[in-house]
């Protein structure tokens, strides 16, 4: 019964370990895999929602670009766009506006690289949603339409919504509204979400400085990931039910280990009546509780990581990580530990005349 309580905490674990990774991914794997030390929105911006609040004038660029520390930086957009392909497939994007000459263009894994206006290249995983490359995708209520030449390797996602690079231009007039044929205002062709920077190999701008001098705000780009869509919150809430599992499995399994003494009480008081030393039987005791809690930790992983696998396969935002399943078992087992001592401590205060007491 142990065992299998403490199998059951294990694949918990497993499973919450994936999730959390899982959202992580699914709400931010498009910045994740930018080639980008640190983005400059506009100044005073509120950064739990920076990138769908934020314009910057495209000079800001300029004014990076000259800063020390700095290798390289350039104009970003980011804007979310309902979008249908002439093969009537609706496709929810977060389309990445970039300069195509520009080092954030990453390179297609199948068809051909982002090259000009009117062309998108967007993550893998839309190709098993049926999109393909040549299929044209219109923009809701604009009438834009994009080519698509290519896809990323993977998932590619921001605010669990799949990306679509276009070119920076493309992007501007997109986000303004404009239609085709219309004229864009000159101003349309200023603006960007942010400044994308690059920092120079150890080094790093002084960002109060360079912010001051652009009229930005600056967010490295871990912090830029709580700007995110519903990021911190689907997080913080994750993590808050890992770290009351783990409370859970310590309670639990202490619980167990000192129901476990209390029932070996005269076995116990026997064994300090004919000698036994205390640290000979807290070894005994803490040696029976490791094997049991790494047992029944290695029967719970395997039966997580096996619930895993089919749950990736799944629309469910789950991804199974090494590192962060051999946390969690580590929590485990360590914690299981601290929980069983408070029972096993019980063992130092068995008085050996319980012994003679059992046998009247």
């Known amino acids: 019964m142990m065992g299998s309580v403490v199998a059951l905490i294990a694949v918990l674990m497993v499973l919450l370990s994936g ?3 899982g959202l992580v991914n699914d709400g931010v794997s498009g910045l994740k895999k930018l080639e980008v030390s640190s983005f400059a929105f506009k100044s005073g911006v509120d950064k739990s929602a920076a990138f769908t609040r934020s314009i ?3 000079e800001a660029a300029d004014v990076w670009a000259g800063a020390d520390g700095v290798a390289e930086s350039a104009p970003f957009g980011l804007t979310l766009v309902n979008t249908r392909t002439d093969r009537g497939v609706d496709v929810d994007l977060a389309l990445f506006g970039v300069e195509a000459d520009s080092w954030l263009v990453p390179r297609a894994a199948i068809g051909r690289d982002l090259a000009g206006p009117d062309q998108v290249l967007l993550a893998g995983t839309l190709e098993d949603a049926g999109v393909a490359v040549g299929d044209v995708i219109e923009v809701d209520q604009l009438g834009r339409e994009l080519e698509v030449v290519g896809f990323l390797d993977g998932q590619h996602t921001f605010g669990h919504v799949d990306v679509g690079y276009v070119d920076l231009r ?3 007039e997109i986000r303004a509204g404009i239609r085709p044929g219309e004229e864009a205002p ?4 200023r603006e960007v979400t942010a400044i994308a920077v690059l920092n120079e190999d150890g080094g790093e701008p002084d960002f109060a400085a360079v912010d001051e001098a652009a009229g930005t705000t ?3 780009l871990e912090e830029s990931f709580g700007a995110s869509p519903g990021y911190t919150a689907e997080l913080t809430t994750v993590q808050m039910i890992q770290w009351f599992l783990y409370a859970i499995s310590a309670l639990v399994v202490g619980a167990f280990f000192t129901v476990v003494t209390i029932q070996r009480r005269q076995e116990i008081a026997v064994m300090r009546a004919m000698g036994a030393s205390t640290g000979y039987l807290l070894r005994d005791s803490l040696i029976q509780s490791v094997i049991l809690l790494l047992v029944a930790t290695a029967a719970g992983m395997g039966i997580g990581l096996l619930l895993g696998v089919s749950l990736s396969a799944s629309e469910m935002p789950f991804a199974l990580d090494v ?3 051999t946390v969690a078992s580590v929590f485990l ?3 299981g530990l601290i929980g069983a001592a408070f029972g096993v401590v019980r063992v130092t205060r068995v008085d050996p005349l319980t012994a003679l007491g059992a046998s009247r």
Do not use: R
Request: charged share 10%.
């Open 170 to 172: 493309t992007w501007q």
């Open 19 to 21: 999730l959390s990774v």
């Open 333 to 335: 087992v360590l914690l």
């Open 186 to 189: 000159d101003h349309v062709h």
């Open 56 to 58: 910057v004038d495209t």
């Open 323 to 325: 590192s962060a399943v």
């Open 218 to 220: 600056s967010m490295t």
